[in-house]
Structure formats: C-alpha cells, structure tokens
C-alpha cells in the first residue's frame, strides 16, 4: 500500500512528497508514473535491515522497472542490479551501475547477451540449461576469458500466486530440475571456461508464504552439498526475488522481516554470499499512475463508467493478471459512485477496476492508480498508437521528469519508406 506520510492528503488534495498532484499533472500532463523517490529509499533500506543479519549483496531486478533514475536511485544505495537481457544490461550501465554488481539470468540469453555480459565484466551469469553452458564457454573461450557462472535450479515447488508468475514449478520453463543436476556437475568439469561458483532459484513473484521459499531452499541446500562435494566452489547463493507487497488493502502483504525471520537460519548455514533480486518489493508502492477522467457515462442498465486517459497501454496488470489497484481521487469528496473505470482503449480488457466504490469525480478531474511501480511502465506499449506516459520523480519539493511522454514522431521513427 501507498505509504500516506510520502503520498498524504493536504487540504483534501493527494500529494506526492512535497508537491500536489494537481501541480504535477499541470506541469507534465497526463497520463503520468509518479515516483516518490523516498519511498523506494524506504523500501531499500528496509529490505536491507530485514537482512542485516546475513552476508548477503541485494540486486534490484531492474525488469520490474528499468528507469534510469529508479535504477540509479538503488545503486547509489550501494545496491547492484539483477537483468534479463542485454537491452538490460545496456540500461544498468548507463544508469551507472559498477558492472562488478550486475549479474544476469534469464531462461533464453543469445550469444549477443552472453558476450555482451562478459565483455562488460559482471559478476556472473546464470545458466539455466546445459546447451546454455556450453554456450556460454565457447563464447568465453573465444574471447580468451574465464567466467563466474551460476546454475538455476528449479526446485519444484509450486508457489502459491497468479500462474503466470510461478517460476519454481518444473512443468515451466525455467532453470535446471533435479534429475539433470548430475549431467550438469559432470559437463561443468570438462568446460574450461567457465567457473560454477553460484546457485541460484526464484520460484515467483509476489510470494506470501514463507513455506514456499523454505520447501525449495531445503532443495537447494542439497545441491550445495553435492556441488561441494563434487569439488566446486560455491560462493553465491542466489535465492531470488518474489517477495510481496500489499496491492489490496484487504490482502496485506506478509512483512519482509517475516521472511527474514524464517529463511535467515537456513541460509546462514550455507557459508556463501546470499544474493537477493527483489524487484516489485522495492518499487510497486512507490509510484502512482495519475490519470485524467475523460468523460462519464452511465448505461440504459443504470451501470456508470469512469473513462479515463491511461489505459492497459500503461498499466497492462489488470488485463493480465486481473489484479488490483487501489484508485483515489487527486481531490477528495464527500460522495462516492459505484463505477468501472476503463481506459480508452479498444479491448474489453483495458479497465483498472470494475464495479468501484470511489469519490464521484467528474469529468476533467485527476484520478491515481496506486501500486503503479512494478512491471507498470516497463510493460507499456503504442498499441492503438497510444503515446508512452511520461514519467517523474519526486524528491521532498522537487519534481524532475525521468522520461519524456512519446512523441508521434516517435511512433514510425523505426519504420522504413
Ligand atoms: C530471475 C528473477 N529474479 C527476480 C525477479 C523479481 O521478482 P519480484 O519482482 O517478484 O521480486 C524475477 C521476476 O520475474 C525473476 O524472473
């Protein structure tokens, strides 16, 4: 949920830090990410103080948002990155990233990321399959260089959360199952270029039982045992992200020193450097979606609709995972209205909320989407020849834009006469 002492109502006005949304909203027009950039300070440091007591190094997962300034927010932390991709790693780099704190997953690498992670010289790779690390030792062969690599195990643990964002499970497609470990360990000693010093899980998203992590962790540390035994030397020991946050009041998120409390003895007991990936923990509360009602409408059955200038474009979870977003209004009322509030785009599926207690906005007022700050803006797209929102970040009384809206120019700027 949105923390109120960084997004307070003053004088019945919804307020980013310092300035009112209104404000912003007049300055950068909408549809528009607000970020509060103490909120993702907050959510860091105390992810940080759940963990204090382990060695461990935590890797923002920069696919659940991949802008500069969050990214850079983070690292000036002394926090490192998780990617995905090459286009990933381009991002980190450039928000500044020391490439020595990045390190890279991901089930389908091509050989132009996997040489792009090793010609940049970060910490590791995780391979996710035995052609993966044969991949990954020819191209380091060629290039005359010796490569830290993990392996991702899956544990097949099935997480309770929306099926498309279990990842443990072994009927998906990622990492390595127990079966083929063996076949692993044996090719891991022929290849020359490449060094097993990590291993690695993340069984999902938005996770809120720690018996999940526990079951897999129990898997892994048997791993660990056979790889060691084996002769390798496991330095990291990658358990993930996944850890959640409160989108709907009615579900609270299980508090991330809860977490701690239980997967820390099991973890101590590994001897290595714990790496974390959190991604959603660390930015969906700290970014609102501020969005413009364009008209309202009500239907011969009596059914109202709040229509707004966002729309799955720019906030793609509804539509995907049906999940839920709290919406205020920017400026307070004394009435509500039961309403669907859709976006303007042609599909069904573009809606924020159907059937809605909220404030009886009218037409021309500003509304927020909480939430807004994980796999939101990452996941925008031109369908319908929308323009990409603009995004800001906000720190105390100042606002700065952190990405330009699209322009139409931008919408053909790859298509060729
Ligand atoms: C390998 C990996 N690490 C970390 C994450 C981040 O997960 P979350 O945002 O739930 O913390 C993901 C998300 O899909 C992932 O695939």
């Given amino acids: 949920m949105l923390d109120s002492t960084l997004f307070p109502y003053r004088d019945g006005v919804l307020s980013c830090e310092g300035i009112s949304l209104g404000s912003l909203a007049d300055d950068y027009g909408t549809p528009l990410f607000v970020t509060s950039r103490n909120s993702l300070l907050n959510q860091y440091r105390r992810f940080e103080k759940a963990f204090a007591g382990l060695p461990h190094f935590t890797c923002y997962s920069v696919k659940a948002n991949f802008n500069l300034h969050v990214i850079r927010a983070f690292a000036e932390e002394g926090c490192g990155c998780d990617v995905n991709s090459g286009g990933e790693l381009f991002r980190a780099l450039q928000a500044g990233v020391d490439p020595g704190k990045i390190i890279m997953a991901g089930v389908g690498k091509t050989p132009e990321d996997i040489e792009y992670a090793i010609t940049s010289g970060i910490l590791l790779l995780k391979a996710e399959s035995l052609s993966e690390l044969r991949q990954i030792d020819t191209i380091a062969g060629r290039l ?3 490569v830290c690599v993990g392996i991702r195990v899956n544990p097949n643990v099935t997480a309770e959360t929306h099926p498309y964002i279990t990842t443990g499970d072994s009927k998906e497609k990622f990492g390595i199952g127990e079966a083929d470990l063996g ?10 270029h490449v060094e097993l010093n990590c291993l690695d899980m993340h069984i999902g998203s938005q996770i809120f039982d720690a018996e999940f992590y526990h079951a897999a962790l129990e898997m892994l540390l048997d791993v660990l045992a056979t790889a060691r035994s084996a002769g390798f030397d496991i330095r990291y020991f990658d358990i993930g992200g996944g850890f959640p946050v409160t989108y709907d ?4 998120a299980t ?7 239980k997967l820390t003895p099991l973890l101590e007991t590994t001897g290595t450097t714990i790496l974390f990936e959190p991604g959603r923990f660390l930015t969906a509360n700290s970014t609102i979606l501020l969005t413009r009602v364009l008209y309202r409408k009500r239907n011969h059955t009596g059914k109202e609709f709040v229509i707004v200038d966002a729309g ?8 995907l995972y049906q999940s839920h977003h709290e919406i205020l209004a920017v400026r307070q009322h004394d009435t509500t209205i039961v309403a669907d509030i859709v976006g303007p785009v042609c599909e069904s599926g573009d809606f924020f909320a159907r059937e809605r207690t909220v404030d009886s906005v009218g037409e021309g007022e500003l509304l927020a989407v909480l939430s807004a700050g994980a796999y939101s803006s990452v996941m925008s797209s031109n369908y319908n020849g929308r323009l990409r929102a603009a995004e800001v970040m906000v720190d105390g009384e100042t606002a700065k834009l952190i990405r ?5 120019e931008q919408l053909i700027q790859n298509e060729v006469e």
């Fill in 255 to 261: 508090p991330i020193e809860h977490f701690a409390d």
């Fill in 312 to 319: 799955m474009t720019d906030l793609i979870r509804p539509a």
């Fill in 249 to 252: 009041p009615q579900k609270p």
């Fill in 183 to 192: 076949d692993v360990f044996e090719l891991l000693k022929h290849l020359e």
């Fill in 404 to 408: 330009r809206r699209d322009t139409y």
């Fill in 144 to 146: 005359g260089r010796k």
